[in-house]
């Protein structure tokens, strides 16, 4: 039961941390970041397209078109 609740913990992270990055791809998102704004941490330009760019490696964006 204990490794069980460990695995979830360990998804639950991971889903977390995957739901952050994708939202960095947003326009607004950035420019909150860019800028310090609504909360948002500040980041320079350069430290947010690293995120961005390992964003887009490690979340592939969902095919929709795709038919089943």
């Known amino acids: ?10 998804l639950r ?3 977390q ?3 952050v990055l994708q939202n960095l791809t947003q326009e607004h998102v950035q420019k909150d970041f860019k800028g310090g704004l609504n909360g948002a941490v500040y980041l320079p330009s350069k430290e947010l ?5 390992f ?3 490690t ?3 969902r095919n929709e078109s795709l038919s089943v």
């Open 17 to 19: 941390v995957q739901y």
């Open 1 to 10: 039961m204990l490794k069980l609740e460990a695995e979830k913990k360990k």
């Open 59 to 61: 979340c592939p964006e």
């Open 55 to 57: 964003s887009k490696l």
């Open 13 to 15: 992270t991971i889903l």
């Open 49 to 53: 397209d690293y995120l961005i760019k």
